[in-house]
Nanobody, 125 residues
Framework: QVQVVESGGGLVQAGGSLRLSCTAS????????MGWFRQAPGKEREGVSC????????YYADSVEGRFTISRDNAKNTLYLQMNSLKPEDTAMYYC??????????????????WGQGTQVTVSS
């Protein structure tokens, strides 16, 4: 049984930082590209960042480019999202997900097979 579990969310002031972690079990982690999505109340889910199986390729949404960094440790079956210079508009539930598909320059939620339950990030102004 595949389990995907996020952690690291919380409340932070604008300009601050958080690091999200995601641990996946029950799958061969390095066979999957991994991604972070987020969804704010009343808004559609959006792709934030994703990383290829080996970590050699990454993608960032324009809204987070230069502020967020995605990484993975395949030995630990863990995905990370370092979020710096946080803004109130980054407030959302953040979800980790796994996909066997890699697309260059794009993220589509329908590609992702396994999802976590989410971790809340709240940025105060």
């Amino acid at each position: 049984q595949v389990q995907v579990v996020e952690s690291g969310g919380g409340l932070v002031q604008a300009g601050g930082s958080l690091r999200l972690s995601c641990t996946a079990s029950g799958l061969t982690f390095d066979n999957y590209a991994m991604g972070w999505f987020r969804q704010a109340p009343g808004k559609e889910r959006e792709g934030v960042s994703c990383i290829s199986w080996s970590g050699g390729s990454t993608y960032y949404a324009d809204s987070v480019e230069g502020r967020f960094t995605i990484s993975r440790d395949n030995a630990k079956n863990t995905l990370y999202l370092q979020m710096n210079s946080l803004k109130p508009e980054d407030t959302a539930m953040y979800y980790c997900a796994a996909t066997p598909i890699w697309r260059t320059g794009a993220m589509f939620s329908y590609d992702y097979k396994y999802w976590g339950q989410g971790t809340q990030v709240t940025v105060s102004s």
